[in-house]
């Protein structure tokens, strides 16, 4: 089945930073990743996701980049706030089916 | 819309006892799937349905069953509830299988 390994377990950064998490998958079927934010005590939110036939992605200050030749996704987020603060984790499906990486603990300092 | 909710928010329980978590969507999603997180281990995949009469396992299906007799409702059941399934558990729906939209989760502690 699919692996996703996900880097740093922890990032802590200045407000006005940016903050880059990155994944890499196992699995060359993979056709869709997403990013979830959880925040404490309330289930994961999707905030952004990207499919294999594009290479990046953006959402304001979210961004999502794809390599599938090197099987790895990157979330960057710029301008980082402290509400910015959240588990993050990324996933990968090949047949419809998530298989989530473990997490990256965000802390943007004021 | 309520979205996904799960209850309850918060169960202990006795080794060896039974419950139920229950999750209901208003979304009219025919996926719906279970997840537990452990720390450090992201979420992992408990059971799954494509549509009402139809489940699979997942990634962790031991010592869980689950039904879907609607589309709205797919409760997870423990039949002997063992130290090891202290987790919290999600439950999550979706129109397709991949864009999944969570609960809040409901915090199980066995003794």
């Known amino acids: 089945g699919e692996n996703v390994e996900q880097h740093p377990s922890t990032l802590s950064v200045q407000e006005g930073d940016s903050a880059v998490i990155k994944c890499t998958y196992s699995?060359?079927?993979?056709?869709?990743f997403p990013w979830y934010k959880q925040e404490l005590g309330k289930g994961p939110q999707l905030i952004i996701d990207i499919r294999s036939n594009v290479g990046e992605k953006k959402d304001q200050r979210i961004a999502v980049t794809l390599n599938k030749t090197a099987k790895h996704f990157s979330l960057h987020i710029t301008e980082t706030q402290p509400e910015d603060s959240a588990v993050y984790f990324c996933a990968a499906s090949p047949d419809g089916k998530l298989t989530f990486g473990q997490g990256t603990i965000l802390t943007v300092h004021p | 819309n309520a979205g996904v909710t799960q209850t309850p928010k918060f169960q202990v329980l006795k080794t060896g006892q039974s419950m139920t978590l229950q999750c209901a969507q208003d979304?009219?999603?025919?996926?719906m799937s279970w997840y537990r997180q452990d720390p450090g281990m992201g979420l992992r995949l408990i059971h799954y349905?494509?549509?009402?009469?139809?489940?699979d396992q997942g990634e962790v299906p031991n010592g869980y069953n689950v039904s879907r007799s609607t589309t709205e409702d797919f409760p997870l059941r423990l039949l002997s509830a063992a130290p090891s399934q202290t987790s919290v558990y999600f439950c999550a729906s979706s129109y397709r299988s991949e864009t999944q939209y969570f609960g809040p989760g409901t915090r199980l502690l066995v003794l």
């Open positions: 979304m009219n999603h025919e996926y």
């Open positions: 349905s494509v549509g009402a009469g139809i489940t």
């Open positions: 699995d060359s079927a993979s056709n869709y």
